[in-house]
Each structure stands twice: as C-alpha cells, then as structure tokens.
C-alpha cells in the first residue's frame, strides 16, 4: 500500500534532480527503521524463545540440564526423551506414555470435527435458506449461548449424558464438542451462506431440487473454503481443549491435554524436565503442523472464530 | 399476496419459504418440514443445554446439594458462605488482576505490533507467523512452557544469576505475591497475537486517503494513530475487548497447568473454585453457587457493550 503512496514522490525526485536516478539507496537504515524493526526482532525472540527452549530442552540427558543453562543448545543430542515421552512416561500406576493420550485424542477430534461441522453447515443453511418462524429466535440463544461460561453448564451436561449413558465415553465427550462449537461454526456457515447469490438457490428451486439436493448439490461444492476454515478451528480447538476432556472422560479416554498435564505435573518420582518437553511439544505439534501448513486460512478462521475465547 | 387462493399461496409458499409474514394453512407446522428437522439439533441445544442447563444451575445454586444434586432450597445461603471463602476472594481478587492487566497489555501490545506490521515492512509475514503460532497452542502446552521458563533452579532466574548479576530473583511461580503475574506473562504470550491480527485487519481496513490528507496537514504519525486512526477503529476495539474479556472469566487450564493454584491458593480462579467444588469437593451448591457468579460477570460485561451496539444501531 505504502509503495502506492511513495514512489509518486520518488518519482517527483527524480524528475526534478539532475541527480542519480532511481530510488534513493541506503533508505533501510534510517532511525524509524531502526526502532520498527528493532521492536519487532525483540518482539520475535520472546515469542520464539519458548519453542526454542521446548525443543533444545527436550534433546539433552538430565545431567546436561541439572548442569547448563536452558538457553544453551544440546552438546549431545539425544532423543531419549522423546521416546521415553511417547512410550513410557508414566501418569500414576499407566506407564505406557503419551502414545494412548495421542490416540484418544485422534479418536475423539476426527468423529468431533465431522460431526460438528455436518450439523453446523446444515444448520447455517437451514437459517441462511429456509428461514421459518422461530429459526432466528433459536439461533440468537445459540449466540447468546456461545458468551456463556462454560463452567455453568458442565453439570446438567453430565447429567443429560449419564440419562443417555454416554457419560465417560469417548461418544459423550464428541457430542460435548459438537454442542459447543455449534454456535461459532453455524454463525460461520450462516453468513457465508447469506452471501452466496440468491439466484443461485431460487434456479434450484424451480429446477426442483429440494432442502438436501440444494445443500448436497450446490452449497457444500460452492463452499469448501469455509469448510476448510471450519475444520482448522475445530481441529485446533478440540485438540487443545482440556476442560471438557477432564470433565467427561475416564482415565482410561483421557484426551492428550489431559495425560500431558498429569505426566508433567505429577508429584512422584524424579522430575525429568527433557521428558516433559518432549511431551509438552509432542502435544503442541498437531496444532502447529495444522497452523504452518493452513497458513492464511488459519488467520481467517481466527477472526472468525475468536468469539470462542 | 393476501387476496390469493388459498391453493395458489400453498404452491408460493411451499416455492419461497422467505415469505414468511402471511397467514397460512393449516400446515403450518409440516411447511417447510425439512429445515425444521434439520434443525433440531440446534434447537435441542439452544433450549435444552444453552437456556436449559443454565436456568438449571441458577436454581440448584440456591440448594444446599451436596453429593447429588437436591432441590432443597436453603435461599442465598450458599452465596454468603461463598463470599466469606478466603479461597474464593482470593479467586475474584486474582481474576480482577489478571483481567484488567491482560485487557490492557494484550490491547496496548497486539496495537503496537499490528501498527508496526503495518508500515509495510519486509518479512511481514514472517513476523506474523512468529507472532501468532502460540495462539494455535493450548493453554496447558503454553503453561507448561513457562513453568519451565520461570523455574527458578534451571529457568531464567538462574540463567541471569549465571551471568553474574547473583542477587537477580525472578520466580514469580513459587512466589504467591506476584505468581498472577507469571500467569500473565503466559496468558500475554499465548493471547497477544490474536489481538494483533484483530488489529491488523482494522488497521487495514483504513482508508489509505486519511493518511494522505494527515501527512498533508503535517499531522506527526503518533497523533495520527491516537487521535485519528483509533477512534475510527472503535467496532474493532470492542470486539477485540469482548473476546478478550469473555476468554478472561474462563480461565482455568492455564493456571491447572502452570501453578495447579499454588503456591498455597495464591493464584487461584473462580473456574478452578467450579470445578474443585463440583467435581472434588463434592459440594454442588457451592459450584452451582460460583458459576453463577460467573454468569453474572459475563452478563455485566456483555450486557452493556449490547446495549451500546444495539442503541447504536436504533440511532445510526
């Protein structure tokens, strides 16, 4: 944007020096230069300086981390603690390590994503397409719903899952998530569905399709970019998410979040901090992968999805 | 529309469902059956769990439920022994620090880094990305971090101890005076990035001509920020601050992750009270009692800031 606005006046030098043409070099190491870029480098190093000491902690033995500081890179790398983190850490009397908290947890986010984001596009639909009396009513609850602490609903939420019996399964816990990021993700998927061209859906109509041939036809194919936004939300929120998993899950479903927090923060035994580094960013990785890799939709989502808190 | 056959409306009706504002057939509840169905699942949620289960915990606040939950209701009982808990002051106390501190510093800090980001620099993205990644974290990873990063045997501390400086002392964490703010410290590393994105997208938003004509009156780059570029953000501050203040009330896995509470109770939050209450204590009607009060502080910052867009609206 600044481009715009300078090179008029770059231009205007130019023309009215007999001088050198073209912009004027050495402009990088001006003062403002200097301070915005020297806040933001400071800035970077302490964002960046805990995944720094995450990853080099998690690859030196004990006696290096007893000894040198948490700054100082690895004089031997080893990758013990990561294996002993994936394999055998052990929370209380299980010693079988991170591995069965991973796995849970992929149990619990895939059926959780697909669950959540079929009944959140359908209803985003319904209220985008096929308004009917009481439809916004519902919706406003829904939004209001979303501001709600979620402390005030665990209880009648264990009750309603041990009347179904799905109270400690893997299932009560996908029906958890899927109430609770219904409200961010129908607001999602309503508007974007509001602004596709209502043309589009009245030539279908004429054409005879009904409520599921219009949204399996047309509006799923037109919009995978929100779904794909919608997936990087509930991934990212579903794995991190500790509360609910504490919640509604046995010992033996813990999600990730959970059997990480007790590994590190159990009292027994010998704290190994490059174990728990390792577990620690174990359990980061899924998110991070999901958030290098998706990149500006990740950005999208967020804005989208921020009311979540 | 309204003098038509009552055939030929059915017909219109059953063809746009948008006409909603006629009178129609006795088929009312079976019109448009499909998007009702589909429904369902939001309306059971919206009902039953949304308004449901907090009108539930309203009620069951005034009980004295201990174990299971009771409908013998004791009146405020449970809240005045509520606000007599030093464990529970101590909770409001904390929550008091840490929300005021983390509004302004996460607002001031994702300001400033948005505005620098936006004087079209190199590597603008990069120092996006670096900016944002903790956010993709969860609170339990990021607390682990920095109880690691504030340990004072192997963390910081010794490291600046190590370069000479004995004396330094920096453990927030085993110190229940200012453990909140080793909590802040995290919470400001996870969160500030959002906010800064928040930001970016409103500073961009700007019209570039407002820059040129503040350049043109000689107006210094600060002022225009203070006085120009932010009042003309305000949508954007109040979203930013309401997600910002609605992530406030809950916070809970950080502290379980960084302190579990500790040292003593010192860094204790009314969503850890909940949870220990319902779900350890087996004391119900304290829990209930507790996040009640929790709505009640989301209702007194939601409330107002809906009046304001609402009210805002009615004028505009």
């Keep these: 944007m600044n481009i715009a606005t300078k090179s008029p006046t770059i231009a205007a030098d130019a023309d009215g020096d007999t001088g050198p043409r073209g912009p004027k070099p050495k402009r990088t190491l001006s003062r403002r230069n200097i301070i915005v870029y020297g806040t933001l480098l400071v800035a970077a190093i302490y964002y960046l300086l805990p995944l720094y000491v995450m990853i080099v902690t998690s690859l030196k033995g004990m006696p290096e981390i007893r000894l040198g500081n948490i700054f100082s890179p690895p004089l031997e790398i080893t990758f013990e603690p990561w294996i002993k983190a994936w394999s055998s850490a052990c929370t209380g009397l299980n010693c079988d390590g991170l591995s069965r908290g991973f796995w849970n947890s992929v149990r619990i986010t895939v059926p959780s994503v697909v669950l959540s984001i079929a009944i959140a596009s359908v209803n985003g639909y319904a209220l985008a397409n096929w308004r009917f009396k009481g439809s916004e009513f519902f919706f406003t609850i829904l939004i209001v719903g979303a501001f709600i602490p979620y402390q005030v609903m665990l209880y009648p939420i264990v009750i309603i899952l041990r009347e179904i019996g799905l109270y400690g399964s893997l299932s009560g816990l996908v029906i958890v998530h899927s109430i609770f990021g219904m409200p961010i993700l129908t607001l999602l998927f309503r508007n974007y569905f509001t602004s596709m061209p209502e043309e589009l859906f009245k030539a279908a109509r004429v054409d005879g399709a009904g409520f599921w041939g219009i949204y399996l036809r047309i509006m799923l194919p037109m919009s995978l970019p929100i779904f794909v936004v919608a997936v990087i939300i509930q991934i990212t929120g579903i794995w991190n998410d500790f509360l609910f998993g504490v919640v509604y899950t046995r010992p033996e479903t813990y999600p990730m979040t959970v059997q990480l927090n007790n590994i590190v923060n159990s009292v027994q035994g010998v704290k190994e901090y490059n174990v728990n580094m390792a577990a620690t960013l174990i359990t980061g990785l899924v998110p991070l992968i999901v958030y290098f890799v998706s990149g500006k939709l990740f950005v999208r989502g967020i804005a989208a999805g921020a009311v979540k808190g | ?316």
């Design chain 2, 1 to 316: 529309m309204v003098v038509r056959r009552v055939n030929a409306r059915q017909h219109i009706d059953e063809r746009s469902p948008m006409s909603e504002s006629q009178t129609r057939p006795p088929s009312r509840l079976l019109r448009n059956l499909n998007a009702k169905i589909a429904s369902i699942p939001m309306i059971l949620t919206a009902v039953v769990v949304f308004a449901g289960g907090t009108a539930w915990t309203v009620l069951y606040s005034f009980t004295n439920s201990k174990l299971l939950p009771r409908l013998n209701f004791v009146g405020l009982d449970q809240y005045t022994r509520l606000w007599a808990a030093p464990r529970w002051l101590v909770s409001i106390e904390n929550l008091l620090i840490y929300g005021v501190l983390s509004l302004i510093f996460s607002l001031v800090v994702g300001f400033v880094l948005a505005a620098l980001l936006d004087q079209k620099i190199r590597f603008e993205n990069t120092f996006r990305t670096i900016f944002l990644y903790p956010f993709a974290l969860s609170f339990i990873v990021t607390g682990l971090v920095w109880q690691w990063l504030l340990n004072p045997e192997h963390g910081i501390q010794s490291v600046v101890r190590g370069l000479g400086w004995t004396s330094f002392s920096f453990d927030p964490l085993y110190n229940s005076e200012i453990v909140i703010y080793g909590i802040l410290i995290a919470a400001l590393w996870q969160g500030t990035g959002l906010v800064m994105c928040l930001m970016l997208a409103g500073l961009r938003g700007i019209d570039e001509d407002i820059w040129k004509a503040a350049r043109v009156d000689g107006i210094p780059m600060w002022r225009t920020y203070l006085f120009i570029v932010i009042p003309m953000m305000r949508p954007v501050f109040v979203t930013t601050l309401v997600i910002i203040a609605s992530g406030i009330v809950k916070v809970y896995d950080l502290v379980v992750a960084q302190t579990s509470g500790g040292p003593g109770i010192a860094s204790e939050v009314p969503a850890k009270y909940v949870y220990d209450y319902m779900f350890f204590a087996q004391n119900l009607g304290q829990g209930f009692a507790a996040s009640t009060m929790m709505l009640l502080s989301v209702v007194i910052v939601i409330v107002p800031w809906a009046y304001l867009e609402f009210g805002r609206r009615r004028r505009a």
